[in-house]
């Protein structure tokens, strides 16, 4: 018999679950078959250090080298992002315009 999700997950010891009006699963570990694809197609991906900050959604700190961009990329799809952490180096940073 069908249950919305928000019952089952009552049943798994989840106190309060809500339906999101999203397209897909990001940023959970339903994402985790694309990370895999992800990761094998940005291995052969010619790259260049970042010219600008950019920050880990996953670890909140900066990211530069195209090692460090290709072990972040595909890993942000399938973690918490951690948006108050980014949001907080950026204005340590000095940033103070956001679009």
Not at 21 to 50: I, W
Request: with cysteine; net charge neutral.
């Amino acid at each position: 018999m069908w249950k919305p999700q928000s019952a089952v997950a009552k049943e798994y010891g989840i106190g309060r679950a809500m339906m999101l009006n999203v397209a897909g699963a990001y940023h959970s570990r339903l994402m985790e078959s694309g990370y895999v694809k992800l990761e094998k197609v940005l291995a052969d991906v010619p790259m260049a250090s970042a010219a600008f900050p950019r920050d880990q959604q996953r670890a909140g700190e900066e990211v530069k080298t195209p090692e460090e961009i290709r072990e972040d990329s595909p890993r942000s799809s399938d973690r918490n992002v951690r948006w108050t952490d980014c949001m907080q180096r950026l204005i340590h940073l000095g940033c103070d315009f956001f679009h």
